[in-house]
Nanobody
Framework: EVQLVESGGGLVQAGGSLRLSCAAS????????IGWFRQAPGKEREGVSC?????????YVADSLKGRFTVSSDNAKNTVYLQMNNLKPEDTALYYC?????????????????WGQGTQVTVSS
C-alpha cells in the first residue's frame, strides 16, 4: 500500500523558514516522481516542486518560488524534503506531497495518483 506522510508544517513569521518532509512507503522510491503541491483557501491546488530519481532524474521548483524553495531527497530514508526560506504570508496553504510512477517531474496534479493528507503552513505578517 502506497503511503505518503507529510510533516514539518506550522506557524512561522514572515521571513522565517520551514522544512517539510514527505515520508514514502509501499513502493520503490527510485521509480517514482514525488511532487509537492499546495492549496490555499478558495484557490486551486498548485504545483510547488518535484523530484524524480527514475527514468530521467529531474527536479522542479515553480518559477515564482525559485530562490526561496528547494527540493531534495534522502533515498535511503525514502523521504523527500521541501526547504522553504524567506516565507511570506502568501505561502500560507495546506501543503501536500504526491507520488506516481512517471518518468520525469511534473507540476500537473492530475498525473499523480497517490497523495498524502497534507501539512498546514501558516505564515504571519
Amino acid at each position: 500500500e502506497v503511503q505518503l506522510v507529510e510533516s514539518g508544517g506550522g506557524l512561522v513569521q514572515a521571513g522565517g523558514s520551514l522544512r517539510l518532509s514527505c515520508a514514502a512507503s509501499g513502493f520503490t522510491f527510485d521509480d517514482y516522481a514525488i511532487g509537492w503541491f499546495r492549496q490555499a483557501p478558495g484557490k486551486e491546488r498548485e504545483g510547488v516542486s518535484c523530484i524524480s530519481s527514475g527514468g530521467y532524474r529531474s527536479t522542479y521548483v515553480a518559477d515564482s518560488l525559485k530562490g526561496r524553495f528547494t527540493v531534495s531527497s534522502d533515498n535511503a530514508k525514502n523521504t523527500v524534503y521541501l526547504q522553504m526560506n524567506n516565507l511570506k504570508p502568501e505561502d500560507t496553504a495546506l501543503y501536500y506531497c504526491a507520488a506516481d510512477k512517471i518518468p520525469r517531474c511534473s507540476s500537473d496534479r492530475y498525473e499523480y495518483g497517490y497523495w498524502g493528507q497534507g501539512t498546514q503552513v501558516t505564515v504571519s505578517s
